[in-house]
Every structure is written in structure tokens, then in C-alpha cells.
């Protein structure tokens, strides 16, 4: 199952390449690409999962709400791609979750994948090449390395999101790496 997976997956992503004409322009960005396409799909999974009525469950009171995960997912992803991969300086100011609706937040998420896809297909080399320092741990890493550090951050945000679903007795969405 998974090696047909595997290249539906090649597929889907030259599919998409063929229809936005946007091929990857290095190696690394075209063997990534459908890594974090399959890491998007599956988040939104997740966000769709939930009803909209449990977006503000929160399971203790310093946990995030439902809702908070996903909006913590979709902001940050592109303003980590845009410090970390890009270099831009960039400060936080994220939307306050409990003034939008489940599908805003949807529409959040697909934002910022979105953003950070199209990075992945624009990128060239040499700035992929270039370093940059971790805020939190003042890591000096490759902005390449820094895609990784997107996904990490959001498929940690997303397996939380997953715990809450288990918690309101809702199945998660199979997880298919």
C-alpha cells in the first residue's frame, strides 16, 4: 500500500507542477515538495475533523484551544518560512482564534501552506544555501535545513490537534507516511 501511496503521491505532485507550470528549481525543493504537500493535506484532514462546535475545547487551562493549534499552525508557517527560510524580519502578530469561524481557520491553514508551497517552488540554491540563527535555541542552520523546521513545528501543533480529537472520541484522520 504504501509504495502505491509513494507514487501517487510523485504524481500528484507533478501533476500540480504541470498545472501551475512551477516546477521545484533544485533537487532538494523538488524531492521536498511532495513531502510537505502530503504533510498539508493531512493537517487539513485534521482541521476538518473537528466539529465546529469543539474548535474551543481545551483540554487544560494552559493548553491552546483546538482552534489555537490551528491558528497557531496556519500563522506560523509563514511567518517561519518567511524568517527562517526567506530571512525576512518579520514579528509576530497573530489572529485572536476565538473570533473565527471553523472555515476562516481553514482558509488560514491553506494560507499559509500556500505561501510556504510557493516558497518551496521558487527557492533558488543559493539562498537555500545561506544560514540563519534559531530565535529559541540559536542554532545556526541552512535555510533549506529551515523547511524542516516548518514541518517539525507544525506536525507538532498537528499531533496535539490529533490528541483532541481522540479526547472528544472523534477517530483522527489516518496518518499515511
Not at 64 to 82: D, S
Amino acid at each position: 500500500m504504501r509504495p502505491l501511496f509513494l507514487s501517487l503521491a510523485f504524481l500528484t505532485s507533478h501533476l500540480l507542477w504541470a498545472q501551475t507550470d512551477e516546477m521545484p528549481r533544485t533537487d532538494f525543493t523538488k524531492m521536498y515538495l511532495p513531502v510537505w504537500l502530503e504533510a498539508r493535506e493531512h493537517c487539513l484532514e485534521v482541521a476538518e475533523a473537528m466539529p465546529e462546535e469543539l474548535y474551543g475545547y481545551q483540554p487544560t487551562e494552559v493548553s491552546k484551544t483546538f482552534a489555537e493549534q490551528m491558528v497557531h499552525i496556519g500563522y506560523t508557517i509563514e511567518l517561519l518560512t518567511k524568517r527562517y527560510v526567506q530571512g525576512m524580519k518579520v514579528k509576530p502578530n497573530a489572529p485572536d482564534a476565538s473570533t473565527l469561524t471553523k472555515e476562516e481557520i481553514i482558509q488560514l491553514l491553506k494560507k499559509g501552506f500556500d505561501y510556504t508551497t510557493q516558497v518551496i517552488r521558487t527557492i533558488e540554491q543559493d539562498q537555500l544555501d545561506e544560514t540563519c540563527t534559531m530565535y529559541h535555541s540559536g542554532n545556526v542552520v541552512s535555510r533549506a535545513f529551515a523547511l524542516f523546521y516548518v514541518q517539525d513545528h507544525m506536525a507538532n501543533h498537528r499531533a496535539k490537534a490529533n490528541l483532541y480529537l481522540r479526547m472528544n472520541t472523534i477517530e483522527p484522520p489516518e496518518y499515511t507516511w
